[in-house]
């Protein structure tokens, strides 16, 4: 089944966790003393489905409807894929519905001067600081994702057109973001001199080194953000998941049209947009204020 999806292209991180999810189900089956597939039986996918609405994990906490749902989702399309390769002529899983899931808002995104903030505790100065706040600079411009900034070469980047190219975004797809004029002028000057003296006498294809001259990791792209975040003094809980969020909702407030918001972000469908437009919530609350 991973040779299939692996030969239907789907990227490894896709691969990997459906990986995990079917490992998940047949330890789950095993601890049952079921041995073969074709053992399986409807009421045992209930029965999972109910041991995940009651799972916890070690420090007591439960899955989410939406966590449920894709432990559920994974057996399922695995089920089917042994039906479409002949390996069952019975799918168990076929009339299990999924669990509702409540519509949340998310969290709330960072105002324009609390970017300013957070971004104004960096020391330009010094070569790492310079390439973080190079790092930020992208992230609020482009709304990319975390995996997206650190998988960036350094001929994705062109500077005259304004643009970066992302190769093998989520669902493995390619695409190009425009950034502002800001970002623009910090990459030209990390490019220029700052990247060279991070890496020394070593060479690299990806566009931002760690300390060690390294390609930098998502972990280590999480740690800055939030040193930067809690040295600002700003209260919210700031992730790199929160300056995408932010890109999108100052896009909306600025009335963009929803379809370049998704196409900026690498969103498949607008529905996936919807969240965001509800972020501008505050905007709402002046204009309620101010006319009712």
Same mark, same amino acid.
């Given at each position: 089944? #991973?040779?299939?999806?692996? $030969? /239907?292209?789907?990227?490894?991180?896709? !691969? &990997?966790? =459906?990986?995990?999810?079917? %490992?998940?189900?047949?330890?789950?089956?095993?601890?049952?003393?079921?041995?073969?597939?074709?053992?399986?039986?409807?009421?045992?996918?209930?029965?999972?489905?109910?041991?995940?609405?009651?799972?916890?994990?070690?420090?007591?906490?439960?899955?989410?409807?939406?966590?449920?749902?894709?432990?559920?989702?994974?057996?399922?399309?695995?089920?089917?894929?042994?039906?479409?390769?002949?390996?069952?002529?019975?799918?168990?899983?076929?009339?299990?519905?999924?669990?509702?899931?409540?519509?949340?808002?998310?969290?709330?995104?960072?105002?324009?001067?609390?970017?300013?903030?957070?971004?104004?505790?960096?020391?330009?100065?010094?070569?790492?600081?310079?390439?973080?706040?190079?790092?930020?600079?992208? #992230?609020?411009?482009?709304? $990319? /994702?975390?995996?997206?900034?650190?998988? !960036? &070469?350094? =001929?994705?980047?062109?500077? %005259?057109?304004?643009?970066?190219?992302?190769?093998?975004?989520?669902?493995?797809?390619?695409?190009?973001?425009?950034?502002?004029?800001?970002?623009?002028?910090?990459?030209?000057?990390?490019?220029?001199?700052?990247?060279?003296?991070?890496?020394?006498?070593?060479?690299?294809?990806?566009?931002?080194?760690?300390?060690?001259?390294?390609?930098?990791?998502?972990?280590?792209?999480?740690?800055?953000?939030?040193?930067?975040?809690?040295?600002?003094?700003?209260?919210?809980?700031?992730?790199?998941?929160?300056?995408?969020?932010?890109?999108?909702?100052?896009?909306?407030?600025?009335?963009?049209?929803?379809?370049?918001?998704?196409?900026?972000?690498?969103?498949?469908?607008?529905?996936?947009?919807?969240?965001?437009?509800?972020?501008? $919530?505050?905007?709402?609350?002046?204009?309620?204020? &101010?006319?009712?």
């Amino acid at each position: 089944y #991973l040779e299939y999806l692996k $030969i /239907r292209n789907f990227s490894e991180r896709t !691969i &990997k966790g =459906k990986s995990f999810g079917i %490992e998940y189900f047949i330890n789950y089956i095993r601890n049952k003393g079921i041995e073969n597939f074709d053992k399986v039986t409807e009421e045992d996918i209930k029965e999972y489905q109910k041991y995940r609405y009651y799972y916890q994990n070690k420090i007591g906490i439960q899955d989410s409807p939406g966590h449920q749902n894709w432990h559920i989702s994974t057996v399922k399309q695995f089920f089917k894929y042994l039906i479409k390769s002949g390996e069952l002529n019975y799918n168990p899983a076929q009339n299990i519905e999924l669990v509702k899931e409540p519509k949340r808002l998310p969290k709330s995104a960072l105002t324009h001067k609390e970017v300013k903030k957070i971004i104004n505790q960096i020391n330009i100065n010094e070569p790492l600081g310079y390439r973080d706040r190079t790092i930020l600079e992208v #992230l609020y411009s482009s709304g $990319i /994702r975390r995996s997206e900034l650190t998988n !960036i &070469k350094l =001929k994705d980047v062109k500077l %005259e057109e304004g643009t970066i190219r992302i190769n093998k975004g989520k669902g493995n797809k390619d695409r190009m973001v425009p950034i502002g004029k800001i970002a623009i002028k910090y990459l030209e000057g990390y490019i220029k001199f700052v990247r060279k003296e991070i890496l020394k006498n070593k060479e690299s294809e990806y566009l931002f080194i760690s300390k060690k001259q390294n390609k930098l990791s998502i972990d280590r792209l999480g740690d800055i953000v939030k040193m930067y975040a809690q040295m600002s003094g700003i209260e919210k809980e700031v992730t790199t998941h929160t300056f995408r969020r932010t890109c999108a909702t100052e896009m909306i407030r600025r009335e963009a049209k929803i379809m370049y918001v998704k196409e900026l972000l690498g969103h498949k469908s607008l529905e996936t947009i919807e969240p965001y437009c509800n972020l501008t $919530i505050m905007d709402l609350k002046k204009a309620h204020e &101010k006319y009712h």
